[in-house]
C-alpha cells in the first residue's frame, strides 16, 4: 500500500501540475519537474522492497502449521528438477560447470543424482 500510495500521490501531481510552455518558469514541485518517471518507477520499486522486507522482519514468525506442506515439495522438486537437468547434460556431453572443484566431488554428485533418479 505504501507504494501505491506514492504512486498516486505523483500521478496527481502530474495531473495537477502541467508542464509549462516554451520560455515560462518551471514552478512545478521537484519529484514532477526533475525526476523522469521511469526513474521514479525504480525509486518506488525500492521503496517497495524495502517496505515488504522491513515489516517481513518486524513481524513474528509463522506457526510451522500454517505454513503447510508446500515448502518441502519445492525443495524436493527444485532438487529433483537440477538432477534431470545434470544427468540431460551428462548423457549429451554437454560441458556443465558446478561449484565444487575437486573430480572427485563432482563424480560423487553424479553418482549420487544417477542413483536418485
Known amino acids: 500500500m505504501v507504494g501505491l500510495a506514492v504512486g498516486v500521490v ?4 502530474d495531473f495537477i501540475y502541467t508542464e509549462p510552455g516554451c520560455g515560462e518558469i518551471d514552478e512545478r514541485p521537484l ?5 523522469h ?12 522492497g ?3 522486507v522491513s515489516i517481513s522482519y518486524a513481524g513474528k514468525p509463522p506457526d510451522p502449521s500454517k505454513v503447510g506442506i508446500s515448502a518441502p515439495y519445492r525443495r524436493v522438486f527444485g532438487f529433483y528438477l537440477f538432477s534431470l537437468l545434470f544427468v540431460y547434460f551428462a ?3 554437454t560441458t556443465v560447470t ?3 572443484t575437486k573430480q572427485s566431488g563432482t ?11
Open 50 to 52: 524495502i517496505t515488504v
Open 98 to 100: 558446478f561449484p565444487c
Open 37 to 48: 518517471y521511469m526513474y521514479f518507477a525504480l525509486l518506488l520499486c525500492l521503496l517497495t
Open 31 to 35: 519529484i514532477v519537474a526533475r525526476i
Open 107 to 117: 563424480a560423487k554428485l553424479k553418482a549420487r543424482l544417477i542413483a536418485d533418479l
Open 91 to 93: 548423457q549429451n556431453k
Open 10 to 13: 505523483r500521478m496527481f501531481l
